[in-house]
């Protein structure tokens, strides 16, 4: 796997709530979330009550998409990431507790709460940085596109 760019991981250590599009019976849905980076496994890790709509779709149909961004009103400002992968619930009790330490890093407030583990494994993320030069786009991809 190739290592995930600098100037991703930057966006996802500086942001902190991800917006997540999923897919169900009654079509498409999205939700945000508070997120956790996981370096090790390029996943976001997210909590979440089982009884959302979200959560259920996930469920259903775990391919999801989502992204991570500011809102700056000034163009040359935008930076934001795009993602796709699958959303699980975290079960494994050695997984759970490591990406929830991840989290509680992050958000030491949530320490205590019981809620499910999310995680989304990311296939692919594109990184749009009009800082650098309007339309500057970073790339990345779990596996090699195929030709």
């Given at each position: 796997m190739e290592p995930v760019p600098a100037?991703?991981?930057?966006?996802l250590a500086d942001h902190h709530v991800l917006s997540l599009a999923v897919q169900d019976a009654q079509g498409p849905w999205a939700c945000n979330a508070f997120f956790a980076y996981d370096p090790q496994t390029v996943a976001l890790v997210f909590l979440?009550?089982?009884?959302?709509?979200?959560?259920?779709?996930?469920?259903?149909?775990?391919?999801?998409?989502?992204?991570?961004?500011?809102?700056p009103r000034d163009i040359?400002?935008?930076?934001?990431l795009q993602f796709s992968?699958?959303?699980?619930?975290?079960?494994?009790?050695?997984e759970k507790a490591r990406v929830l330490a991840l989290y509680h890093e992050r958000f030491p407030e949530t320490r205590g709460i019981?809620?499910?583990?999310?995680?989304v494994?990311?296939?692919?993320?594109?990184?749009?940085?009009?800082?650098?030069?309007f339309g500057?786009?970073?790339?990345?991809?779990?596996?090699?596109?195929?030709?």
């Open positions: 100037a991703i991981t930057a966006l979440g009550s089982l009884d959302t709509r979200h959560a259920r779709a996930i469920q259903a149909h775990p391919r999801v998409a989502g992204c991570v961004a500011g809102q040359s400002q935008i930076l934001g992968g699958v959303a699980t619930q975290v079960e494994d009790s050695t019981a809620s499910p583990v999310w995680k494994m990311v296939d692919a993320m594109k990184l749009t940085d009009n800082r650098v030069k500057t786009k970073t790339h990345w991809r779990r596996a090699p596109a195929s030709a």
